[in-house]
């Protein structure tokens, strides 16, 4: 007996709405597929009695030829969706013959009432006949042109289900509206029904390579989701399935989620996407294509995503142009899969963890363009700039291999690292904005280099504007941070880093943001609370930043000990080129100060470690202040033979480092007019490691006119200095500058101002080591000043 279908059922905590085609857990959506939702529908009606596997297939594919398996994967689909476990279940199987509806059901009517007639539990035996379903059926763009035959052989295949399926809860939209320019896109994991897991990972990389290389679309970065995700309370870690992909949409005010399927046909392969409206549910576009073989399947997958780009409104043009395949970035699954798991552990864990995955997916493909990038900005990132450069040259000699934005992000960094030619990076990038302008990551470097240029407020400009295309991104609240910090303002920067803690952000990015605010402020105890940090997670940069605090304060044999400790936390974690740079910034700092066989020694330490570029051109500043005239100029010979186009080799350091051996001979003229070509990159930032080099040039050119006995001009050098305090933080010279100042009122015959800028250092410096050589000299300056009468001409 044919039994009439009701409106409503209800077991357990679940009701299914047979009006709507909808189960829901309490009241709240349960996704399903059409043919899971009509199987779970005929097991309900026929609560308590077995339904024969041949029964369910005529109810559920009356008019189709398909195979047993498609009935068992949807009662897996079922099973998962109802949450079974071996406490709670819901469907039996009985082996060899069919499937039992067990817990108790009740019919209830549109009003949540049982009708009258309603039998209180069992349904009975009767087979039910399903509706037929009303409203379009969804269509796909078959690869094959025999679609009639394809369709036929899909029905057969028992993953097909998912293909078509997957996230059937979604209504076909007739109007499908489609994207416009502005909108961001949430992209799911793919569900894989092949049973190879170099899928898993591989297809959602691939599918996002395809994606960000158009300006039309706004794919929501990785960071951005892992962080929304942490904050509804989910791990970043799970699968990023269609539902949950459109929680997530909903939460960051995106407009649609891209989820693809993949699944066997005999040895091909089938890919499928769809684009789903966030708010309505809507299916926007979709598209599906046939891979003949595993190896083929990258190329399906764009082939698939340029159908769906296409169908959300992207123009003929902008296909066309923006359409770079993603094998030929490489055509390694398993290097695609390890990129993927690197980027992944990147985002979770830092570039310490990640670095293997890289140099994995790159040993699985030595052509692998991309992956060389990354692996060079990890590099970077970690202070191992000598390996940066040789992985961004193999990036930037395999760049035919990217799409044209990656090839914008190489070419930015192999001019920005490799020949250091800081113009051509700044132009590529401004280009790269200009095409892409609501990439979070082209405006991320363009901000980088102009703060390496020294243009401090357009490097401000564009890590706002990072920052408000991607707020979840750490270096994106560092740049800000920081930028406004060198402007002074530290109200706004205190804000920004409140408000990404707030939402979850930690990390050492965001720790060293903390740490320069609490220092500009006098916050020792938050200075402590950082370095506390540092210890507990064997961080090597805070430990150099606060030995640099400790030396601003006179307090070097402290600093000596925390650059010591940086350094061996920096070896340990094998990233030497950092910790030759904690030990040259030492240096410098003995230098600074007077402990001349101290700098020697240091210097001596950093070249043994790691004798690199960045390292060799500190050591030479170091060695010029010394007044080692020889070896500075075999240095300098070698540095300017090999780095010919180096912007801030050639136009800051090496002014500098010249300027500084005319200091210590004597000749302030030359030491000036080495300084010229210095002066439109004073503000330059010049490292993570250490502060102790931030305008150098300026400082040095003050010493000159010193020198010079003009002490009007080396006091507006000073003066720059101590008004710069966001740019110089605390850098020693922030310090030394209160000397140097003091000198220059003197010169000036400004006995009484003298007298207070002398006052103002012995102050800041009431705790230092009372065996320092410049402090000896300021005390001894300063005595004698006090018995000199008040002139001032």
């Not at 934005?405 to 700044?426: I, W």
């Not at 080129?577 to 410098?588: I, K």
């Not at 010193?706 to 006091?715: Q, T």
Request: aromatic share 8%.
């Amino acid at each position: 007996m044919t039994r009439l279908v009701n409106n409503l059922y209800e077991f357990d905590e679940f009701r299914l709405d047979v009006r709507h085609r909808a189960l829901l857990r309490r009241k709240e959506l349960v996704p399903l597929t059409p043919k899971a939702f009509e199987t779970l529908l005929v097991l309900v009606q026929n609560n308590g009695q077995l339904m024969t596997k041949d029964e369910l297939m005529k109810a559920v594919w009356p008019d189709s030829f398909v195979e047993d398996a498609n009935l068992t994967q949807t009662v897996f689909v079922l099973r998962r969706a109802l949450g079974e476990t071996r406490e709670q279940r819901y469907i039996m199987t009985l082996q060899g013959q069919g499937y039992r509806f067990v817990a108790d059901v009740k019919e209830v009517s549109g009003n949540g009432h049982a009708p009258a007639d309603a039998p209180s539990a069992n349904l009975g035996p009767a087979l039910v006949r399903l509706p037929a379903r009303s409203g379009p059926t969804r269509s796909f763009t078959a690869h094959s042109p025999t679609s009639k035959k394809f369709w036929r052989k899909l029905a057969g295949a028992s993953a097909v289900v998912l293909v078509v399926g997957l996230i059937g809860y979604f209504r076909w939209s007739g109007s499908r509206t489609p994207l416009a320019e502005k909108d961001t896109i949430v992209l799911a994991d793919f569900a894989n029904t092949t049973g190879d897991p170099v899928f898993d990972e591989a297809l959602k990389q691939a599918l996002s390579v395809e994606l960000t290389q158009s300006p039309f679309l706004n794919v929501a970065s990785d960071l951005k989701v892992s962080e929304m995700l942490r904050r509804m309370g989910r791990s970043p870690s799970g699968p990023l399935t269609p539902e949950l992909a459109r929680e997530v949409c909903l939460r960051l005010g995106a407009k649609g989620i891209l989820a693809g399927t993949i699944s066997r046909l005999g040895s091909q392969y089938v890919v499928g996407l769809q684009m789903l409206g966030c708010a309505s549910g809507d299916i926007l576009a979709a598209g599906q294509a046939e891979a003949a073989n595993k190896e083929s399947v990258l190329k399906v997958v764009d082939e698939v995503a340029s159908q769906v780009r296409g169908k959300v409104g992207e123009s003929l043009a902008s296909l066309q142009k923006y359409d770079f395949p993603v094998d030929t970035t490489t055509k390694s699954l398993e290097a695609l899969k390890a990129f993927s798991m690197g980027l992944r552990t990147l985002r979770d864990r830092g570039e310490g963890d990640a670095i293997p995955f890289f140099q994995n997916a790159i040993q699985l493909d030595p052509d692998f363009a991309l992956a060389y990038t990354t692996l060079g900005r990890a590099y970077e990132d970690v202070g191992e700039d000598n390996q940066a450069v040789v992985d961004f040259t193999r990036a930037f000699n395999l760049r035919d291999r990217l799409s044209e934005r990656e090839r914008f992000y190489v070419t930015a960094l192999y001019n920005e690292t490799v020949t250091g030619d800081m113009e051509r990076a700044k132009e590529t990038s401004e280009l790269w904005v200009q095409t892409y302008p609501r990439d979070g990551v082209a405006r991320e470097k363009l901000a980088t280099i102009y703060g390496e240029l020294g243009d401090v407020e357009r490097a401000d400009l564009q890590a706002q504007e990072a920052l408000r295309l991607d707020p979840d991104s750490a270096i994106n609240v560092f740049n800000s941070v920081m930028g406004a910090v060198a402007l002074n303002r530290l109200d706004e920067a205190r804000t920004i880093g409140e408000t990404a803690r707030a939402h979850g952000l930690d990390g050492l990015l965001i720790h060293e943001t903390i740490y320069p605010i609490a220092f500009l402020r006098g916050d020792s105890a938050e200075m402590e609370r950082q370095l506390a940090w540092a210890a507990d997670n064997g961080d090597a940069t805070l430990f150099s930043e606060h030995s640099d605090t400790e030396a601003y304060y006179g307090r070097l044999r402290k600093a000596r000990e925390l650059s010591k400790r940086a350094a061996e936390l920096a070896t340990r974690d094998e990233t030497k080129e950092m910790a030759a740079t904690c030990e040259v910034a030492a240096a410098l700092r003995e230098v600074e100060t007077g402990n001349v066989s101290l700098a020697r020694q240091g210097v001596r330490a950093a070249l043994s470690l790691a004798p690199t570029r960045e390292v060799k051109l500190l050591a030479a500043l170091v060695i010029a202040r010394t007044g080692d005239t020889a070896r500075v100029q075999a240095a300098l010979k070698e540095l300017e033979g090999r780095n010919p186009l180096n912007t801030l080799m050639n136009s800051y350091w090496l002014p500098t480092v010249r300027a500084s051996l005319e200091v210590h001979a004597g000749n302030p003229k030359a030491a000036i007019s080495f300084l010229q070509e210095a002066a439109p990159y004073e503000f330059s930032e010049t490292s993570n490691v250490s502060n102790v080099w931030n305008m150098y040039p300026v400082y040095v050119r003050g010493q000159a006119y010193l020198l010079a006995h003009n002490g009007r001009a080396a006091a507006a050098e000073f003066r720059r200095l101590l008004d710069h305090r966001g740019v110089v933080q605390n850098s020693i010279l922030g310090a030394l500058s209160r000397l140097e100042l003091a000198r220059a009122e003197v010169l000036m015959g400004d006995v009484e101002d003298g007298r207070i800028q002398y006052s103002d250092f012995l102050s800041l410096w009431k705790d230092a080591d009372p065996d320092i050589p410049i402090l000896r000299e300021a005390k001894a300056e300063s005595v004698k000043l006090q018995s000199s009468p008040k002139l001032k001409p």
